[in-house]
Structure formats: C-alpha cells, structure tokens
C-alpha cells in the first residue's frame, strides 16, 4: 500500500523559515511527478508547487521566490523549502503525485504567525 508521511511543519514567525518532508513508501516516487498542495481553513486546496522527474518546478504565483521544492528519490522523499513565511502562508500542506494522486496523507500544519 502506497502511503504519503508528511512532517516538518510548526509555528513559525512572519519572515521565518521551515522545511517540510514528504516521505513516500509503497511506490518508487522516482517515476512520478510530485506536488506540495496546502489547504487553509475554510478553503480548498490548492497547489503549491510541482517537480518533474526531470527536476523541472513550477510554482503558484504567491510563493515564487519564496519556496524550493526538490526531491531525492532515493529516499523516496520530497521536500518543500519555505522562506520569508507569511500569515497567509498558514494551512496544512500535503504531498501527493501530481498526475495519478493516491490516498491523502495527514498533511502537517503550517502557522505563521507572530
């Protein structure tokens, strides 16, 4: 069974820093395109930011230059790098392939906040 363990999320203050994990098991990730996504409360969830298998990102408008997503895949893992946080940041962000998405995992909470 594929399963999605995200972690590294906390509270944090306004222009903090915080790195978010993304270890994947059950699946080779190395063959799949994979996404950070977040969901504020009251909100849908949307996406962040995606890696190719090539290593090619994309990234929603409100993070670029803010936030580095990169992947080791022979750890089976992805990760999201987060800088100059904002409050509008806060939310639970969660992993998944991008493509041929599985069973969503718990997610980790994000607050920015001072």
């Known amino acids: 069974q594929v399963q999605l363990v995200e972690s590294g999320g906390g509270l944090v203050q306004p222009g903090g820093s915080l790195r978010l994990s993304c270890a994947v098991s059950?699946?080779?990730?190395?063959?799949?395109?994979m996404a950070w996504y977040r969901q504020a409360p009251g909100k849908q969830r949307e996406l962040v930011a995606s890696?190719?298998?090539?290593?090619?990102?994309n990234y929603v408008d409100s993070v670029k230059g803010r936030f580095t997503i990169s992947r080791d895949n022979g750890k089976n893992t992805v990760y999201l790098q987060m800088n100059s946080l904002k409050p509008e940041d806060t939310a639970v962000y969660f992993c998944?392939?991008?493509?041929?998405?599985?069973?969503w995992g718990q997610g980790t909470q994000v607050t920015v906040s001072s």
């Open positions: 998944n392939r991008l493509n041929s998405p599985i069973d």
């Open positions: 059950g699946s080779e990730m190395r063959f799949y395109v």
């Open positions: 890696i190719k298998t090539s290593g090619i990102t």
